[in-house]
């Protein structure tokens, strides 16, 4: 198991908003949020990060 989370490299884009079928992706200042408990880790948002800003953990479980 993991979680997808958006790190201080974002540059608030707005490129993984859209691309999220789950709309856990928010816009907010000065990055945008990922809601974790409404994320499903697709990775859509992370193919199409420009600056490779949104990360893949491992978790346990």
């Known amino acids: 198991m993991g979680t997808h989370f958006i ?3 974002c540059v608030a884009c707005g ?3 859209p691309v999220c079928p789950v709309s856990a ?3 907010d200042d000065p ?3 990922l809601d974790q408990e409404t994320c499903t880790d697709c990775g859509a948002c ?4 420009p600056v490779d ?3 893949w ?3 346990e479980g």
């Open 46 to 49: 992370d193919d199409v990060c």
């Open 57 to 59: 953990e491992k978790t």
């Open 31 to 33: 990055v945008y949020l």
């Open 15 to 17: 490129a993984c908003e």
């Open 53 to 55: 800003a949104i990360k």
């Open 7 to 9: 790190t201080d490299d």
């Open 25 to 27: 992706i928010s816009a």
